[in-house]
């Protein structure tokens, strides 16, 4: 995407329900969680961790990517790293939670910036929780679970 403020402010069209490749958010069997950091490795280890579970993943390596992706698939979950190229979390963040369609959408931002940090500004962008990075997978998986029952998705087992 050439310019990020076009994506931004741009409203793509919405996506029939019957187009989307895993069905319709609240209809699916196992949640689909979409892992949006530009850090491989982390990608690696998250993605090992989740898939021992009855869940679905995507990833995605930078802001633009993470937002198509949102924007394709309505994920049940995103957990999405804040300093990313193209685009940030917390636009990406911003501009899900501004809009309707993503209402099953949950959001766990995952930082580097510290607790005190994540504290004030992951409400003031809507996500659901937060994590800072180090992180302890239990803690992490805690959270997913929350917030994916919160947003009436598929249980994470």
Not at 26 to 47: Q, Y
Not at 77 to 104: A, N, S
Not at 112 to 123: D, M, R
């Amino acid at each position: 995407m050439s310019d990020e403020k076009d994506v931004l402010a741009s409203n793509p069209g919405d996506i029939s329900d019957e187009a989307l490749p895993f069905g319709p958010p609240t209809e699916r069997e196992r949640p689909l969680i979409l892992l949006a950091d530009d850090d491989s490795e982390l990608r690696t280890m998250l993605r090992a961790h989740f898939s021992r579970m009855d869940c679905d993943i995507l990833e995605s390596i930078d802001g633009a990517d993470t937002l198509e992706q949102i924007i394709s698939h309505r994920p049940n979950l995103v957990i999405l790293d804040v300093m990313m190229p193209e685009l940030t979390g917390w636009e990406i963040c911003k501009y899900v939670k501004q809009r309707d369609t993503y209402k099953h959408t949950g959001i766990i931002m995952l930082t580097g910036i510290g607790p005190t940090n994540n504290e004030l500004t992951s409400p003031l962008f809507g996500a659901d929780d937060y994590i800072d990075k180090p992180f302890e997978f239990g803690e992490l998986q805690q959270k997913v679970k929350a917030v994916l029952e919160e947003k009436e998705a598929p249980a994470l087992n």
